[in-house]
């Protein structure tokens, strides 16, 4: 099972008050976000969702709690284009861009340090680099594309600051505008996470178009879901749990609807419990009310959603019955507070010198699954990274490289898994699509990929590699560099017998000369050999010779 280290959390005081917990969260920052200030006092994150674009600023303050100083919403439809959402119409693109421009000039009122993350949306469309380019270049926001996977994680790290449900085992539904993430979880163990496509935006879409709700519409979708949810079901089986939650718009407006049929809605709706069946009673209120125009008029109702809020529901209880949850409890808090609390630790370097709990125990669960001789990978690992260590400065590398150097070495070899044959490339089809990699942005996932993909053979090109073409021209830099230490710390176990015990690096006239300390007094000829043949791009790149001795 994969072991998640996320937070680090208070729980229930002595006199049975609730402490809001603090928490640890583990990464690493980026090339561009290495530039701000390592400690930030303000810091921002923005959801960019299918339905909505969300931000949240707030004060860091002590024991890295938060203090928010201000949300902002906006209902942009980024997924209101073509079906099945796999291109983003020219009017999406243009209202995300505004709506994050406008969100750049907030956060920088107040001096944030800022962190965005997309989901479904921009996920799956197949013209997502324009949005990306353009959110960059016009807003001055880094777009980080999310997994469905890493989406569920940073849910259930937001939620973990909301309710007191860290020594509890747990169930989490967060139903968004394009998808619908599922988590089973203890505490900082996250034991079960999918993301399946279903959400308020795309069964408005495909049933109730223009919110318009007509003959057995209700019926269909509800099949519809139960259908798309049998693998969820299937393979959740057994797992039991104490509690269940539910984050998002859809369960808060929902929530509050439950709650004004009782005559009184709560100023929060944080912590709410409101049952399944009183979930349905309020769907079919819903569904009865046939126009967007009839439903807004409903008490409790989020007007703003009263287009979408049928299909959304419809996820939410469908969900809910199949899993065989009673009772549903409401956490304000979801992915962009965790992406708050992830994007302080990235800020600050969290993992330096090291791959992280959550980040680290997901590559060797990869590596377990798909490599037969890990002893070797671990062992060339080390080696890269002390090359690593000892030619940072030289190559402008840095602790966010180092890491992501260490993770490539480390997933080099899991393309055997499908054949010896070229396995290279098959390492970079495994990493990219592997739903088993915890807490790396779609941006690291690709790099760790490419310094797999090109740890042998042919050295990366522009010209003849279209997926290292496509890298900004930094990240290219990166590949380069770190696929050039690993080939070389490849050569050094070639006998796949841990017989370098160390490397030693020192300047010579015209280069570098890279000095191995044995393990014993065995012979190292034959990895002097092979690390010196696969040196070039190395060399390359240190414009001078790299020499390989027995120190």
């Known amino acids: 099972m994969l072991g998640m280290m996320v937070p680090r959390l208070t729980g229930a005081a002595p006199d049975g008050s609730y402490t809001p917990p603090m928490a640890v969260v583990h990464g690493v920052p980026t090339l561009q976000q290495r530039d ?22 707030a004060r860091v303050a002590n024991n890295d709690r938060f203090e928010v100083i201000t949300k902002e919403k906006e209902m942009v439809r980024l997924g209101s284009g073509r079906q099945e959402m796999k291109h983003l119409d020219p009017d999406a693109i243009d ?20 962190f965005a993350v997309a989901t479904s949306a921009v996920r799956e469309a197949r013209n997502a680099q324009e949005f990306i380019d353009r959110a960059r270049d016009e807003a001055g926001i880094d777009v980080q594309v999310i997994s469905g996977r890493e989406e569920a994680r940073l849910i259930h790290l937001g939620v973990l600051q909301a309710l007191p449900v860290f020594d509890r085992d747990l169930v989490l539904i967060d139903v968004g505008g394009g998808s619908t993430e599922v988590l089973f979880g203890r505490g900082s163990e996250v034991r079960y996470a999918r993301s399946v496509k279903l959400g308020s ?33 299937h393979e959740t089986e057994g797992m039991g749990f104490d509690v269940a939650v539910a984050s998002s718009g859809t369960a808060e407006t929902l929530a509050a609807m439950v709650a004004a049929r009782s005559g009184s809605v709560p100023q929060s709706m944080n912590g709410f419990v409101m049952g399944i069946d009183e979930l349905s009673q309020v769907i079919d209120e819903l569904a009865g009310a046939r126009t967007t125009a009839d439903r807004r008029r409903l008490p409790g109702l989020d007007a703003a959603r009263a287009d979408i809020v049928v ?14 949850i009673d009772a549903l409890r409401i956490s304000e808090y979801a992915l962009r507070e965790g992406v708050l609390l992830d994007g302080l630790h990235r800020s600050r370097g969290g993992t330096l010198h090291h791959l992280s709990d959550l980040r680290r125990d997901s590559v060797f669960h990869l590596v377990e699954l798909c490599d037969d001789d890990p002893d070797h990978s671990v062992q060339v690992a080390r080696l890269a990274l002390r090359l690593h260590d000892e030619l940072a400065d030289r190559l402008g590398l840095g602790d966010a490289e180092r890491e992501l150097l260490e993770a490539g070495a480390l997933l080099s070899n899991v393309g055997l898994f499908i054949s010896h044959s070229r396995h290279h490339k098959h390492s970079y089809y495994v990493i990219r699509n592997s739903e088993h990699l915890m807490g790396f942005t779609d941006r690291e996932v690709e790099l760790i990929a490419q310094v797999a993909r090109f740890h042998r053979r042919s050295a990366p090109s522009e010209e003849k590699h279209p997926e290292f073409a496509a890298l900004a021209e930094a990240d290219r830099r990166v590949v380069r560099s770190l696929a050039a230490l690993l080939r070389v710390a490849i050569g050094l176990d070639r006998n796949h017998d841990g017989s370098v015990r160390d490397v030693r690096v020192a300047a010579i006239d015209d280069g570098v000369e890279i000095r191995l300390i044995p393990a014993d007094a065995g012979d190292l000829a034959m990895e002097v050999l092979t690390a010196g043949d696969r040196s070039s791009l190395l060399a390359e790149l240190l414009d001078g010779s790299v020499e390989v001795r027995v120190d």
């Open 36 to 57: 701000h200030r390592a400690d930030p006092d303000v810091i921002a994150a923005i959801d960019i969702g299918t339905n909505s674009v969300h931000m949240v600023v």
């Open 95 to 114: 209202r995300g861009v505004a709506a994050l421009a406008r969100c750049r000039s907030l956060a920088d009122s107040w001096g944030a340090l800022t």
């Open 201 to 233: 935006l795309r069964m408005t879409r495909e049933f109730f178009p223009d919110g318009e709700v007509v003959g057995d519409a209700v019926a269909r979708c509800r099949e519809h879901v139960r259908a798309r949810l049998a693998p969820v079901v």
């Open 311 to 324: 299909g959304g529901g419809i996820v939410l209880e469908q969900v809910a019955r199949s899993l065989g």
